[in-house]
């Protein structure tokens, strides 16, 4: 079975080729330089670069794979949630290529799609269930910080997510505050490799309340109180290293703290996590020290899985087609806010 699949939901451009599971391409397009000049993802921007650049993505990534256009079985395409204008791009292009080839088309959950990248292992990368297991899986993007319950293949529960910024989001504007580039995220994992963690005590939202929600907008309050607080701070290059180091530790204590509670209240024995935050260096440690500790598995999505990336969409279309799901019809629309719970309904 021969997969072309599409991602187009926030600011990375993906195609991915996937053969009998295995991912023989995934071409990603990412605009990160575009948006870092605004601070931000500006949607209108995201869309149009999208319809530059998915055809020459597309034809890379079939040149890439060695896969003839008439070989591909089925064509899917993230379906939501995410940027209206951005999904548009994707799904209608994914469903015009299903018709012209008269192939299924399936419009995929983008969280759901996450799901699934931290079992993309080996290399060449392939999707591996055979140590499925029920687990509990961590989603942490620019978009989102979301806690999935994963009790079967294609059968999940969401436990809880975040009630204002998302983790990613946290580093960002917190970066921002800093004086750091957008995105921040990979500039405070680097810059904390140095600092002391323990320099500054910041708020550890909603980490005693018993649920599994998050909470990080405060924090990134904290940070702009501080600075305006120690003005002095500004400019030394230590004193950087240190905030970054005690901000990254808030985020990730609270994420690795919920996440393993949670595994252990459900009685899971396994714990994923993905999502481009998860490229984080000090909170891959922290989780693999905590699952350690609880006697938990821990299956972390390579980095390349971590962000944005159409193989985890051409990962889940082929589950559903090897479950029986029937195909999402060539018309169908875009769902922007489309919820994990009702991934199948
Ligand atoms: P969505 O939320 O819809 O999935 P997104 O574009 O925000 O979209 P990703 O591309 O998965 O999601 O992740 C980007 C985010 O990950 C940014 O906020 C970035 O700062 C963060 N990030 C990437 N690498 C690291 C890192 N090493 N440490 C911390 N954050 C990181
Ligand atoms: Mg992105
Ligand atoms: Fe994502």
Redesign the pocket.
């Known amino acids: 079975m021969t997969v072309l699949a599409i991602e187009t939901?926030?600011?990375?451009t993906g195609v991915a080729l996937m053969v009998n599971g295995i991912v023989r391409a995934n071409a990603v397009a990412s605009q990160v330089r575009l948006h870092a000049e605004y601070g931000g993802?500006v949607p209108e921007l995201a869309a149009r670069e999208h319809l530059r650049n998915l055809l020459p993505v597309a034809r890379s990534a079939i040149q890439t794979a060695g896969v003839a256009p008439e070989q591909i079985d089925l064509v899917a395409a993230t379906r939501g949630p995410?940027l209206p204008t951005a999904l548009l791009i994707g799904l209608k292009a994914a469903q015009a290529m299903a018709f012209a080839l008269e192939r299924p088309f399936y419009g995929v959950h983008?969280h759901e799609a996450h799901l699934y990248s931290p079992w993309l292992a080996d290399e060449p990368a392939r999707l591996d269930l055979n140590r499925f297991e029920p687990h509990v899986s961590l989603i942490v993007?620019?978009?989102?910080t979301l806690l999935v319950h994963v009790e079967a293949p294609l059968r999940h529960r969401l436990l809880g997510s975040t009630l204002d910024d998302?983790a990613?989001?946290c580093?960002?504007k917190t970066g921002k505050l800093l004086g750091l580039p957008y995105?921040?995220?990979?500039v405070?994992?680097r810059m904390a490799e140095h600092g002391n963690p323990r320099a500054h005590h910041f708020p550890r939202p909603l980490l005693e309340e018993p649920n599994d929600d998050f909470s990080f907008s405060g924090l990134k309050t904290a940070v702009r109180y501080f600075l305006r607080d120690n003005p002095g701070l500004i400019g030394d290059e230590t004193a950087l290293r240190n905030l970054c180091a005690s901000v990254q530790a808030a985020i990730v204590e609270v994420l690795v703290a919920k996440t393993v509670r949670a595994a252990c209240r459900l009685g899971v024995r396994l714990v994923t996590a993905s999502?481009?935050?998860a490229?984080?260096?000090a909170l891959r440690k922290a989780l693999q020290e905590a699952c350690a500790a609880h006697d938990l598995k821990l299956r972390l999505a390579t980095p390349a899985f971590?962000?944005?990336n159409a193989a985890m969409v051409a990962a889940l279309a082929l589950l559903q087609a090897q479950h029986g799901l029937p195909p999402t019809g060539p018309d169908a629309e875009i769902r922007p806010d489309w919820s994990l719970d009702e991934a199948h309904a």
């Open positions: 939901s926030c600011d990375e993802v995410g983008h993007s620019g978009g989102h998302a990613g989001e580093f960002d995105p921040a995220g990979p405070i994992d999502g481009g935050v490229c984080n260096r971590c962000t944005d």
